[in-house]
């Protein structure tokens, strides 16, 4: 059964794309390692220089990327990374999709939305979170555990026309729910929105595992579940337009081999890791708060190894391609997409390091 998505929702979706799309013209014109990230050889030239753009400030879901900058990882690959923040995927792309950045990180399904729906010159070379890494969080004694459980209710979003909304509608569609039946307000990401739980003020929420990590460490008695159980796409994906990756090759593909390195290091001290924390802290302490509180961010540092690791260790950063046309077929159905064929572009494995 398909659900028309509320007329509100669509109208927010289709302006954020929209502002994807009229940077379309801009942009159509415009080695191995081990399991160190500074055990690579550099070229022994200069450095080509890349700017990195994240979707959401600095925070535990560019881990990969800002321990490769704190620790030399990129140097050691040959690159000169500057990471740059943005504010929510829709910046992001257009962000890279204008000039102003090289490369970035933004959630698989608006990159997916952007490509299929508007043929954006994008291609996701990479998937560092191979889950998405956003739950639905409710408290224990009142838990919302399946579609059906949230019809009628008010639920918390991160923002209004995001891809966290963007999900309810399409977990509740593809379940023969009408969307519109669930209230919804912007509640942002923090710990902090549990206490709108407690408040009665909302039944749940859209939280990253970063979140449910942290309100867990501080005694909440919460239940939760991941989007993906009903929205199977990929989490944060690594893309760049379909021209860099075709002129700049050699540097994403080093940009790749910088980003692995980093999470099997992370990965092999993921029992202590106060030295990725030390380094995190060093040059980005000032910029993530989570840092401060070290269980706090090994417990999100773990969370995020799951996600990296949720097709092995063998795949990581590798695009799993039947989750991606799953993830195209499962916004078809929901009426996110107006087709199920995406472009050949939307994402490669060919820039994927030998190892």
Same mark, same amino acid.
């Given at each position: 059964?398909?659900? !028309?998505?509320?007329?509100?929702?669509?109208?927010?979706?289709?302006?954020?794309?929209?502002?994807?799309?009229?940077?379309?013209? &801009?942009?159509?014109?415009?080695?191995?390692?081990?399991?160190?990230?500074?055990?690579?050889?550099?070229?022994?030239? /200069?450095?080509?220089?890349?700017?990195?753009?994240?979707?959401?400030?600095?925070?535990?879901?560019?881990?990969?990327?800002?321990?490769?900058?704190?620790?030399?990882?990129?140097?050691?690959?040959?690159?000169?990374?500057?990471? #740059?923040?943005?504010?929510?995927?829709?910046?992001?792309?257009?962000?890279?999709?204008?000039?102003?950045?090289?490369?970035?990180?933004?959630?698989?399904?608006?990159?997916?939305?952007?490509? #299929?729906?508007?043929?954006?010159?994008?291609?996701?070379?990479?998937?560092?979170?191979?889950?998405?890494?956003?739950?639905?969080?409710?408290?224990?004694?009142?838990?919302?555990?399946?579609?059906?459980?949230? #019809?009628?209710?008010?639920?918390?979003?991160?923002s209004v026309g995001g891809s966290?909304?963007?999900?309810?509608?399409?977990?509740?569609?593809?379940?023969?729910?009408?969307?519109?039946?669930?209230?919804?307000?912007?509640?942002?990401?923090? %710990?902090?929105?549990?206490?709108?739980?407690?408040?009665?003020?909302?039944?749940?929420?859209?939280?990253?595992?970063?979140?449910?990590?942290?309100?867990?460490?501080?005694?909440?008695?919460?239940?939760?579940? !991941?989007?993906?159980?009903?929205?199977? &796409?990929?989490?944060?994906?690594?893309?760049?337009?379909?021209?860099?990756?075709?002129?700049?090759?050699?540097?994403?593909?080093?940009?790749? &081999?910088?980003?692995?390195?980093?999470?099997?290091?992370?990965?092999?001290?993921?029992?202590?890791?106060? /030295?990725?924390?030390?380094?995190?802290?060093?040059?980005?302490?000032d910029k993530m708060p989570v840092?401060?509180?070290?269980?706090?961010?090994?417990?999100?540092?773990?969370?995020?190894?799951?996600?990296?690791?949720?097709?092995?260790?063998?795949?990581?950063?590798?695009?799993?391609?039947?989750?991606w046309k799953d993830a195209v077929?499962?916004?078809?159905?929901?009426?996110?997409?107006?087709?199920?064929? !995406?472009? %050949?572009?939307?994402?490669?494995?060919?820039?994927?390091?030998?190892?």
């Amino acid at each position: 059964m398909r659900i !028309p998505l509320p007329s509100r929702t669509v109208k927010t979706l289709i302006g954020a794309v929209l502002s994807v799309t009229a940077l379309l013209l &801009t942009a159509c014109g415009g080695g191995a390692s081990d399991d160190q990230p500074g055990s690579g050889t550099g070229t022994g030239t /200069e450095r080509k220089h890349l700017t990195f753009v994240t979707p959401y400030g600095f925070d535990l879901a560019v881990v990969p990327v800002l321990y490769a900058a704190a620790s030399g990882g990129f140097e050691q690959a040959g690159l000169d990374v500057e990471v #740059v923040a943005s504010n929510g995927t829709a910046q992001t792309m257009q962000q890279v999709m204008a000039g102003n950045a090289d490369l970035g990180q933004a959630v698989g399904i608006d990159l997916i939305s952007a490509v #299929v729906d508007n043929d954006a010159p994008l291609t996701a070379f990479g998937t560092a979170d191979q889950t998405s890494p956003f739950h639905w969080i409710s408290l224990a004694s009142a838990p919302l555990k399946e579609p059906k459980d949230f #019809v009628g209710k008010r639920v918390g979003v991160i923002s209004v026309g995001g891809s966290s909304e963007a999900s309810l509608d399409i977990m509740m569609a593809s379940a023969g729910f009408n969307p519109s039946d669930v209230a919804r307000q912007a509640v942002g990401e923090s %710990a902090g929105v549990v206490e709108l739980l407690n408040q009665g003020r909302i039944n749940a929420f859209v939280g990253s595992s970063d979140i449910l990590e942290v309100a867990r460490s501080q005694g909440y008695d919460i239940y939760s579940f !991941p989007l993906n159980q009903y929205v199977p &796409t990929p989490g944060g994906v690594y893309f760049t337009t379909t021209k860099k990756a075709k002129d700049s090759a050699e540097e994403m593909t080093a940009f790749l &081999t910088a980003a692995k390195a980093a999470m099997r290091h992370t990965i092999a001290n993921k029992d202590n890791l106060s /030295e990725v924390i030390g380094k995190l802290r060093e040059k980005y302490g000032d910029k993530m708060p989570v840092l401060a509180n070290e269980e706090e961010a090994r417990a999100g540092i773990v969370s995020r190894i799951e996600m990296w690791t949720a097709f092995g260790e063998d795949n990581l950063l590798k695009n799993n391609e039947q989750q991606w046309k799953d993830a195209v077929a499962t916004l078809h159905r929901a009426g996110k997409l107006k087709s199920d064929d !995406p472009p %050949a572009h939307l994402f490669t494995n060919d820039l994927q390091p030998a190892s």
